[in-house]
């Protein structure tokens, strides 16, 4: 029997949040005071007070700290207690839910997840379809406007734009007929199939008794509604939240859900944490200072537990090589203090700032992760792989098998793929069952035929191998040897920069499905944890380093020196924020920024940052006068750089002379 959680770590309020297992709770306070951590022991305590483990779930932001969260509570209960938890995202949980209840909505059972490249693709296709190839026309544009209309519960048909209405009728139907759903239906079908079909609902409220959410003030009206079907009377449902770190606004977030969380849920006991235990006074009274400014927010007690600390620097700096060179030059010397490169995170408001940065790293030789950027698993060769392992796992997906039909081409071209699509819809069956029907088959030429039944019998070969029980990496890896795979995706790269990045990629996938194997998990399993992923996360996030990540990814996380790069007008505030009205957005991002760092906070600025290849000038942010400035100390570069370069001259002067005199 393990310890169980240690209540002398948590303080009053935090005790009585855990103490408090039944009915509605709402814990609202602000940044690192212990929501977290209070939740992750409230968890244990259910389960000491014997709630089982099947009926707790838990729902976090990302898969990263669904992790982390999960992990906790196994420490604290033990594994045989702690594995049968449910710790996830919401997009995670609906599939659950739809995995076992799709076809109530007259969805075939095994349906597939259509999400980046892919979708982005098939938008592309549809706007020169509907609109000419002349049409100017954005896909995620289209895209947003389409994920827009549907989150909020409107016909596609309401889309203002004609054309735009019609290519979004045309995308959702292309979906339903290839039997796939989008990240949007996954919520929306997943509340749907809850709240028509009794038996559903009644079979998910018993299974999760005992529901838990973290960073709460993300959620958006559809999750609020999942939420009101999930969780019945008497409502054992534990929230956590700060309305000053809703991040999320764009993506239709509201934080009208934690306002008026007792709406939805009767009576709830309400918890406020007032004792900041991740941030030196310094840091704090620099974000408190900030966020301040918003007009609307609910006034809180924010109090620092530690006294004093290192002022915040605010260095100003010519450009954005200059930056990421001085970083990394302090990560380098400031190591020599014992601390560990895991210690360093690097913030970023856009993922164009983090290529520059990435470099002087590289050429530091400095390992880092990069976390919240372009998702790995959408990379191109990424997908490929992936979609391989698919078609290995379960070849009733339409969506990854046309992909990699003809990747790397083998004979069996567009027209082919055509004609079986058409007549997988006229026999209304999935495309597989077609590549196999002898009459489907008769009317190709026997060149074709060859090609595809070759692929097919290497396909049920590896689907062989894996059900005798090799490590399906193992295997996916050896059917990639064979169709020559690595060496048609040199043949596609232009530098040799671009050889190395896609080669690694390319091992690095199929390292981790092997190693997702080797863990015990199934290909399936993998996979899926692969479609959600946004914030690149399981083995591949396990890497040590440098952290770089954008602001909303590091949204309940922590690291003991931060690093805040590029804080001028048009990036933090964004510029888009000026033409949207979400200037107070972009100051809760910049306090979510500065609240993550425990020991020490640095803000960087340039005069001038390259812009698409172009060299451009750039305005400090007009955030910067709200820094309280009794706690901020600022340096200039050419300053710093001066004194260290005279500090040499005259070293070398002394040297010199000492040379002389010892002639
Ligand atoms: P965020 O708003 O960023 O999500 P949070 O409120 O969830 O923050 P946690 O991440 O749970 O805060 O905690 C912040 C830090 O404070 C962690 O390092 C945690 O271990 C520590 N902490 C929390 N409660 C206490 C306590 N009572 N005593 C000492 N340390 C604590
Ligand atoms: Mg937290």
Do not use: D, Q, T, V
């Given at each position: 029997m393990s310890a169980g959680f240690d209540i002398t770590s948590l303080n009053k309020a935090q005790r009585e949040a855990v103490m408090c297992l039944n009915g509605p709770v709402l814990i609202l306070a602000g940044a690192g005071t212990g929501k977290t951590r209070t939740v992750t022991c409230r968890m244990s305590a259910l389960l000491e007070n014997g709630v089982a483990a099947e009926n707790v779930l838990a729902v976090t932001f990302t898969n990263k700290s669904a992790n982390e969260m999960a992990e906790r509570v196994i420490d604290m209960v033990g594994k045989k207690r702690g594995k049968a938890l449910t710790v996830c995202t919401f997009h995670s949980l609906c599939l659950r839910i739809l995995k076992r209840d799709i076809t109530a909505l007259g969805y075939r059972k095994k349906f597939a997840i259509m999400a980046g490249g892919d979708q982005t693709g098939m938008i592309r296709q549809l706007i020169v379809r509907k609109g000419g190839a002349k049409i100017n026309l954005k896909p995620g544009e289209v895209m947003s406007e389409i994920s827009k209309c549907k989150s909020a519960g409107k016909p596609l048909t309401s889309i203002q734009d004609d054309l735009v209405a019609e290519i979004a009728v045309a995308y959702q139907n292309e979906l339903r007929a290839q039997n796939a759903i989008d990240f949007d239906d996954l919520l929306i079908l997943g509340e749907r199939v809850l709240r028509e079909h009794a038996d559903v609902r009644a079979y998910w409220q018993d299974r999760f008794r005992f529901v838990t959410v973290d960073e709460f003030q993300d959620t958006n009206g559809l999750q609020m509604q999942l939420l009101q079907q999930l969780v019945a009377a008497p409502y054992n449902i534990c929230v956590v939240g700060d309305d000053d770190q809703s991040i999320y606004g764009w993506r239709g977030a509201e934080v009208a859900n934690i306002l008026q969380f007792e709406k939805f849920f009767p009576d709830p006991k309400i918890i406020r944490l007032e004792e900041n235990y991740r941030s030196s006074q310094a840091i704090l009274e620099v974000a408190n200072g900030v966020i301040k400014n918003n007009t609307g927010r609910r006034e809180k007690e924010l109090r620092y537990t530690i006294p004093g600390g290192d002022l915040v620097r605010l260095v100003s700096m010519p450009g954005d090589k200059e930056e990421a060179d001085w970083i990394v030059t302090e990560i380098n010397s400031t190591r020599e203090d014992g601390r560990v490169l895991e210690d360093f995170a690097i913030l970023f408001r856009t993922n164009g700032q983090i290529r520059v940065v990435e470099e002087s790293l590289r050429e530091a030789k400095i390992p880092y992760r990069m976390v919240g950027a372009q998702s790995f698993y959408d990379r191109k060769e990424v997908k490929d792989i992936l979609s391989y392992a698919q078609v290995i796992d379960n070849p009733d997906l339409d969506l990854p098998l046309l992909r990699v039909l003809n990747t790397p081409p083998r004979g069996i071209g567009n027209t082919t793929s055509m004609a079986a699509v058409e007549w997988s819809r006229e026999k209304d069956q999935g495309i597989w069952k077609t590549l196999t029907d002898e009459d489907f088959l008769a009317q190709l030429s026997t060149k074709v035929v060859t090609a595809i039944r070759s692929f097919i019998e290497q396909a049920e070969k590896a689907r062989r191998r894996i059900v005798d029980g090799e490590n399906a990496g193992v295997v996916v890896n050896e059917w990639l040897i064979e169709m020559d795979f690595i060496e048609w995706l040199m043949r596609q790269c232009k530098t040799d920069k671009e050889k190395d990045t896609r080669r690694e990629a390319v091992s690095e996938t199929v390292a981790s499905i092997t190693n997702a194997i080797k863990k015990g998990k199934s290909l399936g399993d993998f996979l899926d944890r692969a479609a959600l992923d946004t914030d690149r996360d399981d083995d591949l996030d396990k890497k040590s380093g440098v952290t770089l990540i954008t602001l909303h990814a590091a949204k309940g996380l922590e690291y003991p020196v931060v690093y805040l790069v590029g804080l001028e007008e048009g990036i933090l505030p964004h510029k888009r924020s000026v033409e949207e009205g979400t200037r107070d957005e972009e100051r809760r991002l910049l306090y979510v920024g500065i609240t993550r760092a425990k020991e020490r906070m640095t803000m960087t600025y340039c005069s001038t940052r390259v812009k698409w290849g172009k060299e451009e000038a750039c305005e400090p942010s007009?955030?910067?006068?709200?820094?309280k400035e009794d706690w901020i100390q600022e340096e200039d570069y050419d300053d710093i750089m001066g004194a260290e370069a005279s500090d040499d001259e005259l070293r070398g002067f002394f040297s010199g002379m000492a040379a002389m005199l010892e002639e």
């Open positions: 007009s955030f910067i006068p709200e820094l």
